[in-house]
Nanobody, 125 residues
Framework: QVQLVESGGGSVQAGGSLRLSCAAS????????IAWFRQAPGKEREFVAA????????SYADSVRGRFTISRDNAKNTVYLQMNSLKPEDAAVYYC??????????????????WGQGTQVTVSS
């Protein structure tokens, strides 16, 4: 069982930065790939970024590549999402998710077992 708690959301002006954190409970954190998804009002949940169990593999949605960076610290049971050059279209509730997921399946929310409660990101123009 893994519990995930996101933090770091908030309000920022376009062009600004935020760093989201996803803290996990349990001693098996390195068992799981971790991903960030986001959901804006009236839209489907969409993939943002994912990182493999030990951080050797990362993937990003085209819309955030070059602006967002995902990383993890297994000693701290935490995954981070550094978000730079934020745009109004990045505004959403951001969720982290954990699962035993490999390759392109990391982009599919259906393959993740554990989810956090979400953290709100607001970007004003």
């Amino acid at each position: 069982q893994v519990q995930l708690v996101e933090s770091g959301g908030g309000s920022v002006q376009a062009g600004g930065s935020l760093r989201l954190s996803c803290a996990a409970s349990g001693r098996t954190f390195s068992t799981y790939a971790i991903a960030w998804f986001r959901q804006a009002p009236g839209k489907e949940r969409e993939f943002v970024a994912a990182i493999s169990r030990f951080g050797s593999y990362t993937s990003y949605a085209d819309s955030v590549r070059g602006r967002f960076t995902i990383s993890r610290d297994n000693a701290k049971n935490t995954v981070y999402l550094q978000m730079n050059s934020l745009k109004p279209e990045d505004a959403a509730v951001y969720y982290c998710a954990a699962g035993v997921v490999y390759a392109d399946y990391r982009r599919d929310p259906n393959h993740y077992t554990y989810w956090g409660q979400g953290t709100q990101v607001t970007v004003s123009s």
